[in-house]
């Protein structure tokens, strides 16, 4: 098939089948400096097999232009912004994957929202593009548990790989898979991250309680040091208690610059964080809902 892909790093596998099996003649992208997973490796991916690389969100004017050059199909996987749906009539067919079992979890996170819940499973949902977010017939679903060392990116992984298993199904029979879509139906639920301002690390924490929130939110947990706020890009924990006898000119003495790393002192232990600095340091430390309103 001739097909339109709008997303992130997220769903890589499916990009990867797409340009393997089928021909993609633009891919979309989109993602903010919080996200875990950007669109750099699917828009190199493109560039090297000399695919138009669109960062700016897509319009029916795109859309129409697309239909008329041959597009049978537009596939939304982790794309964060709102997609035009035109008519059958016009030619538009489109896709959405969706990391929970819908009618549950539609949501802009789900996957961060099922941790959050508690949730002991999650899956995919590959439905229609609808004008409502999320409420698009269903084509199909696969269900994934979550295990309690799984974390937000253990989870991403996993359902981007079942992901690529039921794209590549879907595809091989479209029109089957299309005309047999169910409605979702008036139930369901909309997940909000309802805990999103806990997402900032404080030396009051114990280990156990930090692990806990970066299982969570991982890159989008946020610290402020030195007057800075910063987005942790990864983790490890220590037992030792970073005291005062330590010395280090540039922070204090309960944050320690070493080589572009950081010790950071928690109640019972301490952090080996990496950071990066926040474009937007006022709204992304006093945000209170995700995703972030600069």
Known sequence: MRVVYLGTDAMLPCL????????????????????????????????????????????????????????????????GRKIPVLSEEEGFFGINIHTSLLPEGRSYCPIECALERGEIETGVTIHKLAERFDRGDIISQRRLPIHPEDDSIDLYLGLAAAAEAMLEEILGDFAKFWGNAAAQGPEGSFWRLEHFRDARLNHDMSVAEAIGIYRIYNRMTRIKVGGKVYFITALETGRAIINANINNANINKEEILLGGQMLYRLRDGHLRLTLEEADNPDAVWECDRYPFRF
């Open 16 to 79: 990867e089948y797409l340009l393997d099996e089928h021909e993609v003649m633009a891919l979309y992208t989109c993602g903010g400096q919080e996200d875990y997973f950007r669109s750099e490796h699917i828009a190199n991916m493109a560039h090297e097999a000399g695919i138009p690389c669109c960062p700016e969100p897509i319009d029916e004017a795109a859309e129409r232009r697309l239909i008329k050059d041959g597009c049978e199909l537009f596939i939304s996987a982790d794309y």
